[in-house]
């Protein structure tokens, strides 16, 4: 068994799969597994992959069934200690192994949080957490839960290392939900782990607005994923006595928006304003009763509040947001 085992989920993503496989290929060592799987791609990605097949790079194929199924037979087949969810259209920094390695042989906690550069088009957002600091209980984990993802983020699974033996054991799977399932999977995972440590090293690169981004597409019953991802949420408070705060209004804000982004990211055709204030109208009350769902928490700032509230300035807001997206180069997509 390895100590650190990466599992990359694939699909279509031939160009940036290569560039991230080549940033592996040169920290790997010994102590180092690699799964790639291959969710039914259309394009060369399997091929891409099968390049870097070794004996330390394992590449799989199975029929198109969404990330979190390819996630799941990553699980299955990666046996190591530790498992770190790298997106294929992502990047890591150069010594970012090295660093994961020698933490773990410090001290086997059961989860490892990291910082990460965000990259959208030419600009770059560092986000990691201001200090260094380990937690020996998962009351501990609990009682600093908006410290911890203030700084930092709760919902990716990128930023973290997870110990293998608790996702086993307690069976933790990704659910088939298309947007929240990697919230939910921490949240489930955190639940069951005893220990923490925090990283102040910046480890992953982010590309935000990439052209294989699933911010960029439309969720169909986008409220009742997120739904799911509250419900965990909940659970977690209600098990460790965690105060999530912070958590809580910024899923507060981003859902309030995304519900727009997601219904604008679903229009075809003309009249695409006119389909858009149907949709939001029909489906609002619906939205409310889910961010109702979070507490008494705020919800966003004024100026953000505003735009979410409102059907033209919402509306206005996302085609800014697209046309400056493509004037940098940085693609189109939705909210963060």
């Known amino acids: 068994m390895r100590r650190l085992g990466i599992v990359i989920p694939a699909y279509n993503v031939a160009f940036p799969l290569k560039?991230?496989?080549?940033?592996?290929?040169?920290?790997?060592?010994?102590?180092?597994?690699?799964?790639?799987?291959?969710?039914?791609?259309?394009?060369?990605?399997?091929?891409?992959?099968k390049q870097f097949e070794s004996e330390a790079v394992r590449v799989l194929h199975k029929e198109n069934g969404g990330v979190g199924s390819a996630r799941n037979l990553g699980i299955e087949e990666c046996?190591?200690?530790y498992i770190w969810?790298?997106?294929?259209?992502?990047?890591?920094?150069?010594?970012?192994?090295?660093?994961?390695?020698?933490?773990?042989?410090?001290?086997?906690?059961?989860?490892?949080?990291?910082?990460?550069?965000?990259?959208?088009g030419k600009s770059v957002e560092t986000i990691v957490n201001s200090?260094?600091?380990?937690?020996?209980t998962s009351r501990e984990v609990a009682g600093n839960f908006?410290?911890?993802?203030?700084?930092?983020?709760?919902n990716p699974l990128w930023n973290k290392l997870f110990r293998k033996e608790i996702?086993?054991?307690e069976d933790l799977r990704f659910s088939s939900i298309p947007s929240g399932e990697d919230a939910?999977?921490?949240?489930?995972?955190?639940?069951?782990?005893?220990?923490?440590?925090?990283?102040?090293?910046?480890?992953?690169?982010?590309?935000?607005?990439?052209?294989?981004?699933?911010?960029h597409k439309s969720h169909l019953d986008y409220i009742g994923d997120h739904r799911q991802m509250f419900m965990a949420l909940t659970d977690y408070c209600d098990a460790t006595d965690a105060s999530?705060?912070?958590?809580?209004?910024?899923?507060?804000?981003?859902?309030?928006?995304?519900?727009?982004?997601?219904?604008f990211n679903g229009l075809e055709g003309k009249g695409k304003y006119r389909q858009f204030s149907k949709e939001v109208k029909l489906r609002q009350p619906e939205m409310e009763a889910l961010l109702a769902s979070l507490g008494d928490c705020p919800r966003q700032g004024w100026l953000r509040g505003l735009v979410a509230r409102s059907i033209p300035l919402s509306y206005l807001f996302i085609k800014t947001r697209l046309f400056v997206a493509n004037i940098q180069g940085g693609g189109t997509g939705g909210h963060e």
């Open 184 to 215: 939910e999977f921490v949240l489930r995972f955190l639940s069951h782990a005893q220990s923490m440590d925090v990283l102040t090293d910046v480890l992953y690169r982010y590309r935000l607005l990439s052209d294989t981004s699933s911010a």
């Open 85 to 120: 969810f790298v997106d294929a259209d992502d990047g890591i920094a150069p010594n970012a192994i090295a660093i994961l390695l020698k933490a773990i042989g410090k001290s086997a906690r059961d989860c490892y949080l990291f910082g990460f550069d965000k990259l959208r």
């Open 167 to 169: 996702i086993e054991r």
């Open 79 to 81: 046996d190591s200690e």
């Open 19 to 49: 560039r991230l496989l080549q940033q592996i290929e040169e920290q790997l060592t010994d102590d180092v597994a690699v799964v790639v799987v291959d969710d039914g791609s259309s394009d060369n990605t399997l091929q891409v992959a």
């Open 146 to 154: 908006d410290h911890l993802f203030g700084e930092n983020l709760l």
């Open 244 to 263: 999530a705060m912070v958590v809580k209004t910024r899923w507060a804000a981003e859902t309030a928006m995304g519900f727009r982004w997601n219904v």
């Open 131 to 136: 200090e260094a600091k380990s937690y020996d």
